[in-house]
Structures are given as structure tokens and as C-alpha cells.
């Protein structure tokens, strides 16, 4: 079993940073494609970035990229999200996970493992 613990999150003004960190643990999983997705009040779930654990290749959303930049440090088993040039509609419950699948994935569906969430409020 795999466990995700997010940490980082908070309020911040706009055009503020944060970083977001991921710490996972339990079985290996040197295949697996780790992820951030985000979810506001009323909106489904949304695919932020991410990022295959073995090759390092990312992916973004259009709406971050350029923005944010996923990252791991395999040493530590920590999964991070670098966010700067926040804006409003970046306020959002921001959630760690995992596919077992080692193929890039957006469908939140996809993902196996999910971490408890860190809240991001961005003030204007």
C-alpha cells in the first residue's frame, strides 16, 4: 500500500509562490507516474501536473504551465510542487497521487493512491 502525506499548503497574495510537498511511502514504485491535481468549491477534480517517477518526464495543464513545475527527489520519496505567479483562480484543495500505470494520465480516475489534500488560498 501506498501512503501520500501533502504539506506546504496555506495563503499567500497573488502573484505570490508556494511550494507543495509529497511525501510517499510503502511499496516501491519506480514505475508509477505521481501527479497533482486540484479541486475548488463546486469544480471537479482537475489535473495540475505530472511527472514519471523513473524518467523524470513532466507534464503540465495549460492553465499552469509556465507556472509550475513539478519535481522529485528520489532520495527522500518526495514529490513537489513549485508554484509561483499565483493567481485567484489557483485557490484550491491541492492533492498528491499516484498511478501504478507507468503511462501520463489526466482522468483523476486513472490514479490509485491519493494523499488527504493541503488547502492553496490565493488572495488578490
Known amino acids: 500500500q501506498v501512503q501520500l502525506v501533502e504539506s506546504g499548503g496555506g495563503l499567500v497574495q497573488a502573484g505570490g509562490s508556494l511550494r507543495l510537498s509529497c511525501a510517499v511511502s510503502?511499496?516501491?514504485?519506480?514505475?508509477?507516474?505521481m501527479a497533482w491535481f486540484r479541486q475548488a468549491p463546486g469544480k471537479e477534480r482537475e489535473f495540475v501536473a505530472s511527472i514519471q517517477w523513473s524518467g523524470g518526464s513532466t507534464y503540465y495543464a495549460d492553465s499552469v504551465k509556465g507556472r509550475f513545475t513539478i519535481s522529485r527527489d528520489n532520495a527522500n520519496d518526495t514529490v513537489y510542487l513549485q508554484m509561483a505567479s499565483l493567481k485567484s483562480e489557483d485557490t484550491a484543495v491541492y492533492f498528491c497521487a499516484a498511478d501504478r500505470d507507468p503511462r501520463p494520465e489526466t482522468n483523476p480516475r486513472e490514479y490509485d493512491y491519493w494523499g488527504q489534500g493541503a488547502q492553496v488560498t490565493v488572495s488578490s
Open positions: 510503502g511499496r516501491t514504485f519506480s514505475n508509477y507516474f
